[in-house]
């Protein structure tokens, strides 16, 4: 029978009174680490080293209840922190906020790293430090990847390195990885390698209507998840320098991805080829430290249709309509099109100044000012049919460029508080050129009656925009007895339009379709008057441990309130399947619980027993529309019975879902059922060797994830009814997953 949440929330609960986080073992020790920060951040650790993780980085974060996981490619999920994601969330890599440049967001800042290249991560839920940079909403993740590693003074140089490999059933996923690591006293040197590479997963059963993808002689299995291949490699390479209390470094990193499907997209990434370049610098100013950095990116992206969905269109394609098998025909013609091949070129330059202290003084002062320059083309070359003679192009010269002060304090207030204040201020420009569609004659034939109206309302208007963001943080803890302690925050954030929000002009069909960010096969269209979104947001928290670090339990509330939330209105109208949509400021709520604990059950000879448990619950709710927001995740629960003895590791892990049917009714999001997995993992761990072998689905239970959007992953995905609507994209069936990592 499967595990209906409300049962799964009734164990947690029996497990609670003395609950939560067990204490260490030696397999615990050493690891690299996920850690939720609170507002006067005390780090929770969670789970994020086992070598048969996956592919995708942003998986490492979905254990934390308040965080999922919007569906995406497999190497380029995106994090979902209270129901706000994509660029409502801070991210930050290695001190650099990258951005995604892609009009489908196929390149995510945590695509740009490996699992294992993570030496260590933070999150922020709801409530996060001004100084990690503004233009966002609040909850922030923060990724180290290239970490110096120095040896000890006198020592001379030592080396030392890693090799990785793992391995899934679904997909036939193959990854490796390799580090090495050699330092002094005074210097240190760094290289990272990791490729990864799967082709399709399948569900637990059959979900789709057709095998037909609409290409001549290919078709899908009906329990194969079409367009969920990916090849990735990510290489870094880092050189650090201390002296004297100062430190230097250097990083360097490429990623090359020449495939990634989307099975919620109209297109697929084809090419991503992105270089990083990021020089810090750490000092002191009499008792105060001092941090310094500058950094740039070059990204060149492309997007077609790959092998799963259909490549030619036109009238001598023959068979047109929902997933038909088109032919070849005579390309760069008015009657067939040969795919329709997408390029956006980008590049992005970061500053930042920080100074903080005194050191060890029992308040301490932080102050900076921090800058982003970020430029973006993006244009579709001619491919035939409507599709020429022409480039069309979706963003000509995009400029989004911020500039930022803060000033942040902390330190003893009376009554025995530890107090957190911050203040943020941000101005944000943004701009776009003149566009154009592909043909730009009124003779016929071509697509001009479809773009020339646009192109010119667009080109004749005032483009440049300057937003003023003020923000500001106040957080509170108290301990209230013994092992108690509260937690409190209020927050004000701002966050302005993304270059596609804004200025993508075209309501034609066919190109709103390939701007769109969410995954539920809608097509976009921008506004230039979108105004930025400002967050009020509140949260409260209840800590309990006791004296020994054995039992321990943590409760959350939250609430955000968006002015100016940026949402869509439908401009086509069809009630039973996908419109175009124009983006558009509303207003919006959101509100939440987060429950989690351990309880130590054991130890002794047997080894150690523990059961962990945590339970989410989020309401989202447009307050213009009362329409449901989207990626708001319905109530969700995890528990896991976990035993260690020495090097071992045992895990029983069961997590319920329930049926998603508040949603976002403008998009004509499906409705989701409720869903129970459950999974077996084993690791072993010693200081030469990490092995681990798991069991995801162990029932092998065909389920849909609330987040995982319409499945867009085979047939005529150019047209807007070119596929089935109301097919959300399965989760993977049972899949055997292993990996291994020697240390040298």
């Not at 490619?73 to 930050?92: E, F, H, M, Q, T």
């Not at 394609?317 to 099109?337: D, I, K, R």
């Not at 209020?490 to 993304?498: D, K, Q, T, Y």
Request: a positive charge; hydrophobic letters at 40%; one cysteine or more.
């Amino acid at each position: 029978m499967p595990l209906r949440p409300r049962a799964l929330a009734a164990l947690i609960a029996f497990a609670l009174p003395p609950l939560a986080q067990a204490s260490p073992t030696p397999a615990q020790l050493d690891r690299v680490q996920v850690r939720a920060e609170r507002p006067l951040p005390q780090p929770r650790a969670v789970r994020a080293d086992d070598p048969a993780a996956g592919d995708d980085v942003a998986s490492l974060f979905a254990p934390l209840p308040g965080l999922a996981l919007q569906g995406a490619g497999g190497v380029s999920r995106l994090p979902v922190a209270r129901g706000l994601a994509d660029d409502r969330v801070k991210i930050a890599v290695d001190g650099m906020e990258l951005l995604a440049t892609c009009p489908n967001h196929m390149n995510p800042p945590l695509s740009s790293l490996a699992p294992a290249q993570v030496a260590g991560a933070r999150v922020f839920l709801g409530l996060s430090p001004l100084s990690l940079g503004g233009d966002s909403l609040g909850s922030a993740l923060v990724v180290d990847s290239l970490v110096p590693h120095f040896g000890e003074p006198g020592t001379g140089w030592t080396v030392q390195g890693l090799l990785g490999l793992q391995g899934r059933q679904q997909g036939r996923a193959f990854g490796l990885d390799l580090a090495l690591d050699g330092g002094d006293g005074e210097h240190a040197l760094a290289y990272r390698l990791s490729h990864a590479e799967a082709g399709n997963y399948r569900a637990a059963r059959p979900f789709k209507p057709s095998p037909l993808t609409g290409r001549a002689g290919h078709r899908l299995p009906l329990d194969e998840v079409g367009s969920s291949a990916y090849e990735t490699r990510n290489q870094q390479l880092a050189f650090a320098l201390r002296r004297d209390g100062q430190q230097l470094s250097l990083g360097l990193g490429r990623q090359d991805m020449p495939f990634q499907g989307f099975p919620n997209q109209r297109m697929d990434l084809t090419g991503n080829r992105a270089d990083r370049v990021n020089l810090h610098w750490q000092g002191g100013l009499g008792a105060f430290a001092l941090e310094g950095r500058l950094w740039h990116e070059a990204v060149r992206h492309a997007m077609d249709f790959g092998p799963d969905k259909r490549f030619w269109y036109g009238t001598a394609a023959n068979v047109p309509g929902l997933m038909g098998e088109g032919q070849p025909c005579a390309p760069l013609s008015y009657t067939c099109a040969a795919g329709m091949p997408m390029q956006t070129r980008a590049r992005s330059s970061g500053a930042r100044l920080q100074l903080e202290g005194p050191a060890d003084a029992p308040r301490r002062l932080r102050a900076g000012v921090d800058a982003l320059v970020h430029r973006l083309d993006d244009f579709w070359p001619v491919s035939g049919a409507g599709m020429w003679p022409g480039t069309f192009v979706n963003l000509r010269d995009g400029r989004r460029d911020r500039l930022g002060l803060f000033l942040e304090g902390e330190g003893e207030a009376p009554g025995g508080w530890q107090l957190h204040a911050g203040l943020r201020l941000d101005r944000v420009l943004t701009d776009a050129g003149p566009v154009q569609g592909y043909d730009t004659d009124p003779a016929p034939p071509g697509s001009w009656a479809s773009t020339a109206a646009d192109a010119a309302a667009f080109n004749a208007r005032e483009r440049r925009r300057t937003d003023l963001h003020a923000n500001a943080l106040l957080a509170a803890q108290r301990r209230l007895g013994e092992g108690w302690r509260l937690d409190l925050g209020l927050s004000r954030r701002s966050r302005s339009p993304n270059l596609h929000e804004r200025y993508a002009w075209s309501t034609w069909s066919m190109a709103a379709l390939m701007n769109n960010t969410v995954g539920d096969g809608n097509g976009y269209v921008g506004s230039p008057d979108l105004r930025p979104e400002v967050a009020l947001g509140g949260s409260a928290s209840l800590d309990w441990s006791d004296p020994a670090g054995r039992h321990g339990f943590r409760a959350s509330v939250h609430f955000t309130r968006i002015h100016d939330y940026i949402d869509a209105v439908r401009l086509t109208q069809n009630p039973g399947g996908f419109n175009v949509l124009r983006h558009a400021n509303q207003s919006a709520g959101l509100a939440g619980m987060e429950l989690t604990g351990t309880r130590s059950l054991a130890e002794g000879g047997t080894g150690h027993w523990a059961l962990e448990g945590s339970l989410a619950l989020l309401r989202g709710r447009n307050r213009e529309t009362g329409d449901g927001l989207y990626n708001v995740m319905p109530p969700q629960a995890r528990l896991a019975l976990v035993h260690h003895r020495g090097p071992w590791e045992l895990r029983l892990e069961g997590e319920a879902v329930r049926r998603k049917t508040r949603r976002s009714q403008v998009r004509n999001e499906p409705v989701t059922p409720g869903y129970a997995l459950l999974g077996l993992s084993a690791g072993y761990r010693s200081p030469r060797w990490d092995l681990s072998l798991g069991v995801e689905n162990l029932l092998d239970r065909f389920y849909r994830h609330p987040l995982g959007g319409a499945y867009l992953g085979q047939g005529a995905t150019m047209m807007l009814g070119g596929v089935p609507y109301g097919i959300t994209v399965p989760g993977p069936g049972r899949s055997l997953r292993v990996g291994a990592r020697w240390r040298f």
